[in-house]
């Protein structure tokens, strides 16, 4: 088993930055693809930013190309989503999850998932 916790959401002025992190126990780091999704009520949960083991392939939603970074430290079993240039848009619930595989960009793909943490946006 693996537990996620996420931490760094929060109010942040729409142009100004945020840096969430995520830290697991319970399992080697570097043998998770790991990922952040996010979601609004009523909406279905999506991708945002993801990365394979050991943290060398790294996919991004087009929305958040250029603005947001997906960064781990194995040695702290943290995985961070440094959020840059956010916008009104960025506002959701956003969650960890980390995979016993390659992951992906579905929810499906993903075996452990943390409780969330909210990032607000102000306009």
């Not at 956010?86 to 995979?99: F, R």
């Amino acid at each position: 088993q693996v537990q996620l916790v996420e931490s760094g959401g929060g109010l942040v002025q729409a142009g100004g930055s945020l840096r969430l992190s995520c830290t697991a126990s319970g399992r080697t780091f570097s043998r998770l693809a790991l990922a952040w999704f996010r979601q609004d009520p009523g909406k279905e949960r999506e991708f945002v930013a993801g990365v394979s083991w050991g943290g060398e392939l790294a996919d991004y939603r087009d929305s958040v190309k250029g603005r947001f970074t997906i960064a781990v430290d194995n040695a702290k079993n943290t995985v961070y989503l440094q959020m840059n240039s956010v916008n009104t848009e960025d506002t959701a619930l956003y969650y960890c999850a980390a995979a016993n595989g390659h992951g992906g960009v579905w929810p499906r793909d993903y075996d452990y998932w943390g409780q969330g943490t909210q990032v607000t946006v102000s306009s």
